[in-house]
């Protein structure tokens, strides 16, 4: 098994022992991306609305570097600080994803980097 590193300057650089992507055979596994800019390393926005924005267009960046795109995801996992903003996360997230819509589950945890609200990572299929 061959394991590839995805990395680009236009999502935020790991901060531990971790890769932004990994391709294996013919899928790529994301690491979990949070609102942070990748220039600044700061959270971008303060509601759960712009923050997903951010994450999206992180995970964008890091499909993108992968040679892929939204439509190649086939799972999703969203982790949110508060279960009570899945609606506002999920109108943000439908404006990106098209059916069929990749498989996704969605936990509430107690916490995310930075103080963040939302975290997304995903699972691609090459074709």
């Given amino acids: 098994m061959v394991k590839e590193r995805i990395h680009t300057d236009n999502a935020p650089a790991a901060v531990g022992p971790y890769s932004q992507a990994i391709r294996v055979g ?3 596994f994301t690491a979990g991306q949070t609102p942070l800019d990748p220039a600044s390393g700061e959270i971008v926005g303060h509601d759960v609305t712009s ?3 951010q994450v999206l267009s992180n995970i964008r960046a890091v499909l993108a570097a992968a040679g892929l795109g939204f439509e190649h995801v086939v799972k999703t996992t969203v982790f ?3 279960m009570g903003d899945f609606a506002a996360m999920n109108a943000v997230y439908a404006r990106h994803f098209q059916e069929p ?4 589950s969605t936990v509430e945890v107690s916490g995310l980097p930075k103080g963040g609200l939302v975290e997304i ?3 691609a299929l090459v074709e």
């Fill in 26 to 28: 013919d899928f790529v």
């Fill in 51 to 53: 923050q997903t924005e």
């Fill in 80 to 82: 949110l600080q508060s």
């Fill in 101 to 104: 819509f990749p498989a996704r």
């Fill in 121 to 123: 990572e995903c699972i």
